[in-house]
């Protein structure tokens, strides 16, 4: 019989143990190496991907044209005083006044809140600074802003009497300038920014109230500046020759304006107590805007 040598087999085994060994750990590094490769080339392509292209430069004067549409919500409100007139009296509030007409009904019909919408179109102006991929800027614009809108309301009297307390209240705008801030990020010849700012419109607005119980009547009417304020953003891409093609949406908050009027009696009695309104303005703002760098 053939005789077997264990001391052979078990150095035979152990030298190919090892060999296997090396080679893995020579793999093991090769491919560690290789992903660490990867990983540097994947980021250094990001970050020139993401880097801004020096043959696109956003710092400086700009000017040019927009348009675009309005659409948004006026909320208005009324009230009458209880004392200075004779047609309410200190008794005529609340669910359990027994008067006719209550200071409730001009209340209730004069709480509204309606749609606004319109088109708009202007000039814009400003300056940007640009620092490596980062962007800061100071904008100007002044629109035609048409932004108008109605409502109406009926409401049954408190007292039950078959009678009702209507209000019809309408708002308009012609025009709104805004001085804002522009904070963007840039990638070659694209532009992403947020901006805000002030914002000042021409708000008017007119109520006109009836009860049906009497007859009585109110008209009132105001018109006046409103300092509010703005903030929004956009996209811009610049084009050969320097000019700046981009959309704007803005969202715009208007302060109230407000009036004081008494009511007309129908016996033409003494006057009556005075009435108070007061309407604002919340509007959004979509516009294409065209410029030129300077």
């Known amino acids: 019989m053939l005789g077997f040598d264990h001391s052979k087999w078990r150095r035979a085994t152990s030298h190919s143990a090892k060999r296997a060994l090396a080679t893995a750990a020579l793999i093991a590094v090769g491919l560690n190496a290789g992903s660490a490769i990867g990983a540097a080339s994947a980021a250094d392509m990001a970050v ?8 696109y430069n956003w710092t400086g004067w700009y ?16 009230s009458a005083d209880l004392v200075g007139g004779n ?3 200190n008794d005529c509030q609340g669910p359990a006044s027994e008067c006719t007409v209550n200071v409730e009904d001009v209340a209730r019909a004069g ?6 919408s319109g088109f708009t179109g202007g000039f814009q102006g400003g300056y940007n600074w640009q620092s490596r991929n980062m962007l800061l800027g100071v904008e100007a614009d002044f629109e035609y802003f048409r932004s108008v809108g109605s409502g109406s309301n009926s ?8 009678a009702a307390s209507v209000a019809n209240i309408s708002t308009s705008t012609d025009w ?3 001085l804002r801030s522009r904070a963007g990020l840039v990638q070659n010849n694209w532009l992403f920014y ?3 700012g002030l914002a000042v419109t021409q708000l008017r607005a007119a109520w006109n109230w009836r009860e049906t119980a009497f007859g009585s009547t109110e008209n ?32 715009i908050n208007i302060p109230g304006v407000s009036v004081h009027t008494n009511p007309i009696l129908p016996d033409a009695g003494p006057p009556a107590e005075s009435f108070n309104h007061d309407v604002d303005l919340q509007t959004n703002l979509v516009c294409v805007r065209v410029s030129k760098k300077l």
């Open 48 to 55: 020139k991907a993401f880097a801004a292209d020096p043959s």
């Open 63 to 78: 000017a040019g044209l927009n348009a675009g549409g309005d659409w948004g919500t006026a909320n208005s409100s009324m």
């Open 87 to 89: 047609f309410f009296g």
């Open 111 to 116: 709480r509204q809140r309606f749609s606004t």
């Open 155 to 162: 409401v049954p009297l408190i007292s039950g009497v078959p």
């Open 176 to 178: 709104l300038f805004t």
């Open 194 to 196: 947020a901006t805000g």
């Open 220 to 251: 009132a009417s105001t018109s006046s500046p409103r300092f509010g304020w703005t903030v929004g953003g956009g996209v811009e891409t610049m084009l050969p020759q320097n000019w700046i093609l981009g959309v704007e949406y803005l969202y």
